[in-house]
């Protein structure tokens, strides 16, 4: 079956470092993966989706997630973190026949100032 | 544009007791969806209408769980009697026609049962 795997329960980075969340998909072929994000006391919002194509896919809020098949990695990236970034980010998978959305466990990330 | 609406957004209630969680979509979406929350468990598809039909319900827990779309603008997902493990919170998606794989989340439902 589908499915995603994130290995980082919790990261912390300092502002204005870069990130890099991990994301490892378990799929025979090209997965449909997305990247969300949930703030405290907030539902999820999507912050970028890859379905075929470049497999370097930009987000909303200057994120951006790489697609390498040969790794089955998805990983998500930003160059510079902000304060506001600190939430929890879910990699997910469509399963089910393009109906169902399988989440991974998630990361927390933390920012220091 | 609102979002997805969902009431109450807590909700405490002691066990045995029914439990109605309301969930409103977006306008215009033809696909709902309900979650469920824990630390234990994560983020769980607990089942999923499209068309106000229910299209995949294998993540209801058990007969306890039972939900109902009556119209394109109103869901409720419904707990009877309700447990101690129920405490979660509960999300509920909608999306619209033709791309069921792109969400949008409602705020969620936090559930305690005492």
């Known amino acids: 079956a589908q499915s995603v795997t994130q290995p980082d329960i919790h990261i912390t980075v300092s502002e204005g470092a870069s990130l890099e969340l991990r994301c490892n998909y378990s799929y025979g072929a090209t997965p449909y993966l997305f990247w969300y994000v949930q703030s405290p006391g907030q539902g999820l919002q999507l912050l970028l989706k890859y379905f075929s194509g470049d497999t370097l896919v930009q987000g909303i809020k200057g994120f951006e997630a790489e697609f390498k098949r040969s790794q089955s990695s998805f990983n998500l990236r930003k160059p510079s973190v902000h304060w506001s970034d600190a939430a929890e980010y879910f990699c997910a998978v469509v399963t089910g026949g393009g109906n169902k959305l399988t989440f991974g466990t998630g990361t927390q990330l933390k920012v220091e100032l | ?114």
Not at chain 2, 48 to 54: H, T
Not at chain 2, 70 to 87: G, M, V, W, Y
Not at chain 2, 95 to 108: K, L, V
């Open chain 2, 1 to 114: 544009d609102a979002g997805v609406i969902q009431s109450p957004r807590h909700e405490v209630t002691e066990m045995g007791q029914e439990v109605t969680l309301r969930c409103k979509p977006i306008s215009g979406h033809n696909s709902l969806f309900w979650y469920r929350q824990t630390m234990m468990r994560g983020l769980e598809l607990l089942i999923y209408f499209n068309n106000n039909v229910p299209i995949d319900d294998s993540g209801m827990p058990e007969d306890r769980f039972s939900a109902k779309m009556p119209n394109a603008s109103f869901s409720t997902l419904k707990i009877q009697p309700s447990e101690p493990r129920d405490s979660a919170v509960y999300f509920c998606a909608s999306s619209p026609p033709g791309s069921t794989d792109t969400q949008y989340f409602g705020p969620g439902t936090r559930l305690t049962v005492l």
